[in-house]
């Protein structure tokens, strides 16, 4: 394997799932390197910044309500990202995070928190990858 990219999304109840999220993101780099050699390794993630959002079990929804057990997105997105960065980054060759706002409700709205910062961030994560994947390979 030259490069492993492990994707995640985290929509709505962030913190009660971070610490699952950062296991699964430092075990899947040992997956990565399991074979030998010396992988790339990419984490891509999402984080939702809503000002609310609905999530389902079945056909129930479940709005976020601001309070505790319900928080909304960007209440929880700081927190989500500083024990990401924190904990998981250190982890891989490349850690980017991709801000966006989605209500999951319709219309299904969806945009970017900030689209030319993050079509910088998506491009320099390009670049930087290309370049150590030249030095690697």
Not at 41 to 54: D, F, K, L, M, W
Request: hydrophobic content about 40%; overall charge neutral; glycine content about 6%.
């Amino acid at each position: 394997m030259e490069i492993g990219i492990e994707v995640k999304v985290l929509a709505k109840a962030m913190i009660k799932q971070i610490d699952r999220v950062i296991n699964d993101l430092r075990n899947q780099v040992v997956q990565f390197k399991r074979g030998g050699g010396n992988p790339i390794c990419i984490a891509v993630i999402g984080i939702n910044q809503a000002e609310s959002t609905v999530g389902y079990e079945g056909d129930r929804p479940f709005p976020t309500t601001g309070k505790q057990g319900f928080l909304h997105p960007f209440q929880e997105a700081p927190e989500a990202e500083r024990r990401l960065l924190a904990s998981a980054a250190p982890d891989f060759d490349e850690f980017l995070i991709l801000r966006f706002k989605a209500t999951n409700a319709p219309l299904y709205p969806f945009e970017w928190v900030n689209y030319n910062e993050t079509r910088l961030d998506y491009a320099a994560a390009l670049s930087r990858i290309s370049a150590r994947y030249q030095q690697r390979f």
